[in-house]
């Protein structure tokens, strides 16, 4: 899976001329907590809500109302904008881009695309995207844990359990091993009463646990 895929796309960008009061009330109008500035066309900077709420007077201000809507009329968002930007092409990998992320502890990536922005990548298009997807969140059915069941035979026990008492497998992952060493297998079925599964795997010596949806 490729950023272009899972991307916010018809990003709304602002010049570095806004101000800081315009730049607040379009991102509490979108719902945004980061703002792309483009000047000719091209990515300058970005302002985040984390910026905005930095440089907004404090409720222990001597400002008067008027006087702080002044200073945040006149401010513009060039004077608070971040301008080191980590950016990524729509054709970077999903996972390349995840890590990429991580390691500059950031969370939105923007894309671009000829020097153009394309699209913007954050960690909610992963998670719903993404991990909701993989885990099955959202989906109704049962999910069953199988102990140390994640590989080789046991996996394929586990997978024609399920098929033959007629469940459709949703999703399917494999927990990394821990103390055991082995990996432990997570079945997402969609059928909400997966006892004769359950039943079936214990009586074949597995540890099984149904894990709330």
Partial sequence: MYVKDIMTTNVVTVPSTTSIADAKRIMQAHRFRRLPVVDRGKLVGVVTEHRLESVSPSKATSLTVWEIGYLLEKTTVKEIMEKHLIT???????EEAISLSQENKVGALIVLEDGRVVGILTTNDVFYKIVNKVLGIGSPGSRIEVSQAG?????????????KHGLKIITLHVIPPTENGKNDLVVHVDSEDASKVVDELKGKGYEVTLRKR
């Fill in 88 to 94: 990524v092409k729509p054709e970077m990998t999903v």
């Fill in 151 to 163: 590989e080789g035979k046991a996996l394929e026990e586990v997978i024609s359990c399920v098929n």
